[in-house]
């Protein structure tokens, strides 16, 4: 697991994000969030907007979907580091 880059809170709960080599896997993870339970969710890029992204829970063999703490969140990258995105940019 690489180091975390720094934390992000969203909804009172604060998240490690770790970066991940861009197009590394099937699915073009950019980074990795971490949850104080351990859950992680992965953030890709948006199709309609490249700029922008968005998490996603992996799928696993005892849960086939889980829904993200995330629902509506956009996030960017600014100055090397992951944060919320504003709604009306």
Known sequence: MPAPLHTITVRRTDYLVEQVKAYAHVIPVHFVLRDPRGRRYLLVPASRRP???????PITHFS?????????????????RLVIASPDA
């Open 51 to 57: 700029d922008r992204l968005f998490a996603i829970a």
């Open 64 to 80: 086939p979907y889980r829904p993200t703490p995330f629902d509506g969140v956009w996030f960017t990258v600014e100055d090397g």
